[in-house]
C-alpha cells in the first residue's frame, strides 16, 4: 500500500504530457531574451519605461504568464531558476551559449581586477533572491495557487545557492602620474643633478590602501619619494630666521655593497601659532555622484570636522562644492562659528557630473574675495579627482592653475575613495598650485594630515625650492636619485626664478636620498669611455659633492640662494628612510636593489624602526609583509 505522497507523485506524473520539444526551443528562445534584455552595467539596471516599477520578477512572471502549458512551464521555469541564480546584485549574469550547455563560471582574469563577494540575503537588494523560491513563487501564481511538490526549495538548497560567489568587477579607471625609474648617470658626463622639492604623501596612503585590501599597488601608483617623505626623521632644526636646515649624511647600500646613499634631509623652520597670520580657507568640496560611497564624501565630512578644532577665532572659512554646476554654500565665516560651519558641512550630498572647472573659477574667486594684506589665502580641494565637465586634461588644468598661482592663493589637494582615483589630476592641481596632495583612506590619516601636521599643510615657509647636487667626479662615478621622476628639472631652471617647484610649510621635511658609485668600485655599471675628458678638480679632492638649495620667501619674486659642500668623510648608519627606499623600489620593479628582499626590508626597517609615538613605522613593517606575501601569489 502507498501513503498520500506515493499516491499524489503518480498522479503528477500521470499529469506531466511527453516534453514538446518545438515548445521547448522557443520558451528558451524567449528567456533567453528576457535574461539579455536585464543584462548590462549597474545603470543600464535601472528602471526605465520598458522596464516598470515591479522590475526583474515581474518581468520574469510576464514571461511565464504567456506559457500557458504545461510542458512550456516546466522547461521555462528551470531555465529561470538557473538563470536568476546567476544573476549578481548588479544585474550581472554569464549565460550558456547553447540552450542545454552547462553554466560554467569563467576563469578570473587578471584586467580589470576582481572582488569575489558572497550573495547577501534577499532584503539586501531588490534584485537579489532565492533562485528556488522564485521558482515556486512563479509556479504557485501560474497554478491557481498551490506550489508543485518538485519545486519548493529546501533550507540546505537555498543556503547553497546564497553561498555561490559573486564576481565584481573592480573599476579601472584609475590614473596615476608617474614615470619610469630614474637612471643611473654617469658623473663625468652628466655631473648636475636638479629637481624640485615634493612634500606629498599622497602615494603612500594609496599603497596602503591597496595591500590593506589584498592587492599590490599599481607600479605608477608608487612615487619612492613620497612613501620616504611621509615619515618623520630626526633632522636639526634651523636657527635663527633660517626657514630650514638641511642635513647630510652618507651610508652604505644594504642592497648593493659596493655603493653609497647619499641622504639629504631638510627640516623646516616651525613658526609659534601666535606668529602665524590669519588664515582664509576656502573647501572646494566635489559633490558629484562619484563621491556618495562611504570613503568619499561621508569620511570627507569627518575629516573637516578635526581639522576645523584647530583652527583659531580670526581665521575665516569658505565652503564652495560643485557638481554640474558649482555655488557657494557657505559665505566667509568665522572659524569661532563652528555650528554655522558644521551644519554647512552636514547638508552636504552627493550627486550629478563633475564640473571641477567650474568649482576651482568659484573658488578661486571667493578666495579672492577674502584676502587681506598679509593673510594667507588657501584652496583645499577634496576630491576622488574625477573631472567630468568643464576642463579635464591634466595639461589643461596645469595651465590654468599656472595662471591663478600669481593670486597668491594656495591650492592643497586632498584625495579620496578608490575606484576612479584621478590622481595625474590631483597631482597637476597640486605641483602647480603652490600646495601639497595628500589622499585620505581613514579617518587616523586624517588626523595626520590635518590635524598633526596642519601648519605644514596650511602655512608656507618657502616656495619654490629646488635642489641642485654637482657631483665630484674625482670621487663618484656613478649616481643615481631615487624618487623625484615627475619632479624632475632641467639644469638651467635651477637659477630661472620663473620657473615653479615645490614648497615647504611650517615644520615640514623633506628628503632626497641618491645611491653613489665611489670611483673605481665593482660595482660601476658602465665603462670608461675611450676618449673621455681627464678629471681636474682643484682643492676639492675630500668632497664628494657640492649641494645648493634655491627658495623664495612667501610672496617674494626673487629667490635666495644656500650652498655647502659635501665631504665624502660623513658618515652615518642605514636607517628606516633606506629601509623605505628599499620597500617603494621592489614595489615598482626592483631593477637597482638586486637580490635584496621584502624580508630583508621588513628586517631593516624592523631594526631602525626606533622611536614610534604613532605607530606610523610599525604600520610600515606590516605593509612590508602584506607585500611578501601578496607577491608570493
Not at 207 to 227: H, Y
Not at 275 to 289: E, H, K, Q
Not at 388 to 409: C, F, H
Not at 571 to 582: L, M, S
Given at each position: 500500500?502507498?501513503?498520500?505522497?506515493?499516491?499524489?507523485?503518480?498522479?503528477?506524473?500521470?499529469?506531466?504530457?511527453?516534453?514538446?520539444?518545438?515548445?521547448?526551443?522557443?520558451?528558451i528562445a524567449?528567456?533567453?531574451?528576457?535574461?539579455?534584455d536585464?543584462?548590462?552595467?549597474?545603470?543600464?539596471a535601472?528602471l526605465?519605461?520598458?522596464?516598470p516599477?515591479?522590475?526583474?520578477?515581474?518581468?520574469?512572471?510576464?514571461?511565464?504568464?504567456?506559457?500557458?502549458?504545461?510542458?512550456?512551464l516546466t522547461?521555462s521555469?528551470?531555465?529561470?531558476?538557473?538563470?536568476?541564480?546567476m544573476?549578481?546584485?548588479?544585474?550581472?549574469?554569464?549565460?550558456?551559449?547553447?540552450?542545454?550547455?552547462?553554466?560554467?563560471?569563467?576563469a578570473?582574469?587578471e584586467?580589470p581586477?576582481?572582488?569575489?563577494e558572497?550573495?547577501?540575503?534577499?532584503t539586501?537588494?531588490?534584485?537579489?533572491?532565492?533562485?528556488?523560491?522564485?521558482?515556486?513563487?512563479?509556479?504557485?501564481?501560474?497554478?491557481?495557487?498551490?506550489?508543485?511538490?518538485?519545486?519548493m526549495?529546501?533550507?540546505?538548497?537555498?543556503?547553497m545557492?546564497?553561498?555561490?560567489?559573486?564576481?565584481?568587477?573592480?573599476?579601472?579607471?584609475?590614473?596615476?602620474?608617474?614615470?619610469?625609474?630614474?637612471?643611473?648617470?654617469?658623473?663625468?658626463?652628466?655631473?648636475?643633478?636638479?629637481?624640485s622639492?615634493?612634500?606629498?604623501?599622497?602615494?603612500?596612503?594609496?599603497?596602503?590602501?591597496?595591500?590593506?585590501?589584498g592587492?599590490?599597488?599599481?607600479k605608477?601608483?608608487?612615487?619612492?619619494e613620497?612613501?620616504?617623505?611621509?615619515?618623520?626623521?630626526?633632522?636639526?632644526?634651523?636657527?635663527?630666521?633660517?626657514?630650514?636646515?638641511?642635513?647630510?649624511?652618507?651610508t652604505?647600500?644594504?642592497w648593493?655593497?659596493?655603493?653609497?646613499?647619499?641622504?639629504?634631509?631638510?627640516?623646516?623652520?616651525?613658526?609659534?601659532?601666535?606668529?602665524?597670520?590669519?588664515?582664509?580657507?576656502?573647501f572646494?568640496?566635489?559633490?558629484?555622484?562619484?563621491?556618495?560611497?562611504?570613503?568619499?564624501?561621508?569620511?570627507?565630512?569627518?575629516?573637516?570636522?578635526?581639522?576645523?578644532?584647530q583652527?583659531?577665532?580670526?581665521?575665516?572659512?569658505?565652503?564652495?562644492t560643485?557638481?554640474?554646476?558649482?555655488?557657494?554654500?557657505?559665505?566667509?565665516?568665522a572659524?569661532?562659528?563652528r555650528?554655522?560651519?558644521?551644519?554647512?558641512?552636514?547638508?552636504l550630498g552627493a550627486?550629478?557630473?563633475?564640473a571641477?572647472?567650474?568649482?576651482?573659477?568659484?573658488?578661486?574667486?571667493?578666495?579672492?574675495?577674502?584676502s587681506?594684506?598679509?593673510?594667507v589665502?588657501?584652496?583645499?580641494?577634496?576630491?576622488?579627482?574625477?573631472?567630468?565637465?568643464?576642463l579635464?586634461d591634466?595639461e589643461a588644468?596645469?595651465?590654468?592653475?599656472?595662471?591663478?598661482?600669481?593670486?597668491g592663493?594656495?591650492?592643497?589637494?586632498?584625495?579620496?575613495?578608490?575606484?576612479?582615483?584621478d590622481?595625474a589630476t590631483?597631482?597637476?592641481?597640486?605641483?602647480?598650485?603652490?600646495?601639497?596632495?595628500?589622499?585620505?583612506?581613514?579617518?587616523s590619516?586624517?588626523?595626520?594630515?590635518l590635524?598633526?601636521?596642519?601648519?605644514?599643510?596650511?602655512?608656507p615657509?618657502?616656495?619654490?625650492?629646488?635642489?641642485?647636487?654637482?657631483?665630484?667626479?674625482?670621487?663618484?662615478?656613478?649616481?643615481?636619485?631615487?624618487?623625484?621622476?615627475?619632479?624632475?628639472?632641467?639644469?638651467?631652471?635651477?637659477?630661472?626664478?620663473?620657473?615653479?617647484?615645490g614648497?615647504?610649510?611650517a615644520?615640514?621635511?623633506?628628503?632626497?636620498?641618491?645611491?653613489?658609485?665611489?670611483?673605481?668600485?665593482?660595482?660601476?655599471?658602465?665603462?670608461?669611455?675611450?676618449?673621455?675628458?681627464?678629471?681636474?678638480?682643484?682643492?676639492?679632492?675630500?668632497?664628494?659633492?657640492?649641494?645648493?638649495?634655491?627658495?623664495?620667501?612667501?610672496?617674494?619674486?626673487?629667490?635666495?640662494?644656500?650652498?655647502?659642500?659635501?665631504?665624502?668623510?660623513?658618515?652615518?648608519?642605514?636607517?628606516?628612510?633606506?629601509?623605505?627606499?628599499?620597500?617603494?623600489q621592489l614595489?615598482?620593479d626592483g631593477?637597482?636593489?638586486?637580490s635584496?628582499?621584502?624580508?630583508?626590508?621588513?628586517?631593516?626597517?624592523?631594526?631602525?624602526?626606533?622611536?614610534?609615538?604613532?605607530?606610523?613605522?610599525?604600520?610600515?613593517?606590516?605593509?612590508?609583509?602584506?607585500?611578501?606575501?601578496?607577491?608570493?601569489?
Amino acid at each position: 500500500m502507498s501513503d498520500d505522497l506515493d499516491d499524489l507523485k503518480s498522479l503528477m506524473n500521470a499529469a506531466t504530457p511527453r516534453p514538446d520539444t518545438t515548445r521547448k526551443s522557443e520558451n528558451i528562445a524567449l528567456a533567453q531574451k528576457n535574461f539579455a534584455d536585464l543584462q548590462g552595467s549597474r545603470d543600464g539596471a535601472r528602471l526605465t519605461s520598458d522596464r516598470p516599477e515591479t522590475g526583474l520578477i515581474s518581468g520574469v512572471k510576464n514571461m511565464l504568464s504567456t506559457l500557458t502549458s504545461r510542458a512550456g512551464l516546466t522547461a521555462s521555469t528551470a531555465i529561470v531558476a538557473v538563470g536568476l541564480v546567476m544573476l549578481s546584485p548588479l544585474g550581472e549574469s554569464l549565460l550558456p551559449t547553447k540552450p542545454d550547455a552547462a553554466f560554467v563560471p569563467s576563469a578570473p582574469q587578471e584586467e580589470p581586477a576582481v572582488v569575489m563577494e558572497k550573495a547577501t540575503a534577499p532584503t539586501s537588494s531588490p534584485l537579489v533572491e532565492s533562485a528556488p523560491m522564485i521558482a515556486a513563487d512563479m509556479a504557485t501564481e501560474s497554478m491557481g495557487g498551490a506550489p508543485a511538490p518538485a519545486m519548493m526549495a529546501s533550507p540546505a538548497n537555498s543556503r547553497m545557492i546564497m553561498d555561490l560567489p559573486v564576481v565584481r568587477p573592480e573599476s579601472s579607471t584609475e590614473n596615476f602620474a608617474n614615470s619610469d625609474a630614474n637612471p643611473v648617470q654617469v658623473t663625468t658626463q652628466n655631473p648636475v643633478s636638479t629637481f624640485s622639492i615634493d612634500v606629498d604623501t599622497a602615494s603612500y596612503s594609496v599603497i596602503r590602501n591597496s595591500l590593506t585590501n589584498g592587492q599590490l599597488p599599481p607600479k605608477d601608483a608608487v612615487r619612492v619619494e613620497e612613501m620616504i617623505n611621509y615619515f618623520p626623521y630626526d633632522y636639526a632644526a634651523p636657527t635663527g630666521n633660517d626657514a630650514f636646515q638641511p642635513t647630510v649624511t652618507l651610508t652604505p647600500t644594504p642592497w648593493n655593497a659596493d655603493t653609497q646613499l647619499l641622504q639629504i634631509g631638510i627640516q623646516g623652520a616651525l613658526p609659534d601659532l601666535a606668529d602665524r597670520p590669519p588664515l582664509n580657507l576656502v573647501f572646494l568640496i566635489d559633490t558629484s555622484g562619484s563621491m556618495e560611497q562611504p570613503n568619499k564624501l561621508p569620511l570627507l565630512k569627518q575629516s573637516f570636522r578635526l581639522m576645523l578644532g584647530q583652527l583659531r577665532p580670526e581665521d575665516q572659512i569658505a565652503i564652495v562644492t560643485y557638481a554640474g554646476s558649482a555655488g557657494e554654500v557657505l559665505a566667509p565665516t568665522a572659524a569661532s562659528e563652528r555650528s554655522k560651519i558644521l551644519n554647512a558641512l552636514d547638508n552636504l550630498g552627493a550627486g550629478g557630473s563633475t564640473a571641477g572647472q567650474a568649482g576651482l573659477q568659484q573658488a578661486y574667486a571667493t578666495a579672492a574675495a577674502m584676502s587681506e594684506e598679509g593673510d594667507v589665502n588657501r584652496i583645499i580641494l577634496a576630491t576622488d579627482g574625477d573631472f567630468n565637465v568643464g576642463l579635464n586634461d591634466p595639461e589643461a588644468l596645469k595651465d590654468y592653475i599656472a595662471d591663478k598661482r600669481d593670486s597668491g592663493t594656495y591650492l592643497s589637494v586632498l584625495g579620496f575613495g578608490r575606484g576612479n582615483l584621478d590622481d595625474a589630476t590631483m597631482q597637476a592641481l597640486a605641483q602647480n598650485g603652490n600646495g601639497q596632495a595628500a589622499y585620505i583612506d581613514t579617518l587616523s590619516e586624517a588626523q595626520k594630515v590635518l590635524v598633526d601636521q596642519l601648519g605644514g599643510a596650511l602655512f608656507p615657509i618657502a616656495d619654490d625650492v629646488k635642489i641642485q647636487v654637482e657631483f665630484n667626479p674625482a670621487t663618484v662615478s656613478e649616481y643615481r636619485l631615487i624618487g623625484y621622476e615627475t619632479r624632475a628639472l632641467k639644469r638651467e631652471d635651477f637659477n630661472n626664478d620663473k620657473v615653479d617647484a615645490g614648497d615647504i610649510g611650517a615644520g615640514h621635511q623633506v628628503t632626497a636620498i641618491y645611491e653613489v658609485t665611489p670611483k673605481g668600485s665593482a660595482a660601476e655599471r658602465n665603462d670608461p669611455l675611450r676618449y673621455d675628458t681627464p678629471v681636474v678638480t682643484e682643492n676639492a679632492s675630500d668632497e664628494l659633492a657640492f649641494l645648493r638649495l634655491r627658495y623664495k620667501a612667501p610672496g617674494s619674486d626673487t629667490s635666495a640662494l644656500v650652498e655647502t659642500p659635501v665631504q665624502a668623510s660623513v658618515t652615518g648608519e642605514a636607517g628606516f628612510a633606506t629601509a623605505i627606499a628599499g620597500f617603494g623600489q621592489l614595489l615598482r620593479d626592483g631593477t637597482y636593489t638586486g637580490s635584496w628582499t621584502y624580508a630583508d626590508a621588513i628586517k631593516l626597517a624592523s631594526e631602525t624602526k626606533g622611536d614610534d609615538p604613532f605607530g606610523y613605522r610599525a604600520e610600515a613593517v606590516q605593509l612590508m609583509r602584506l607585500a611578501e606575501s601578496l607577491s608570493a601569489q
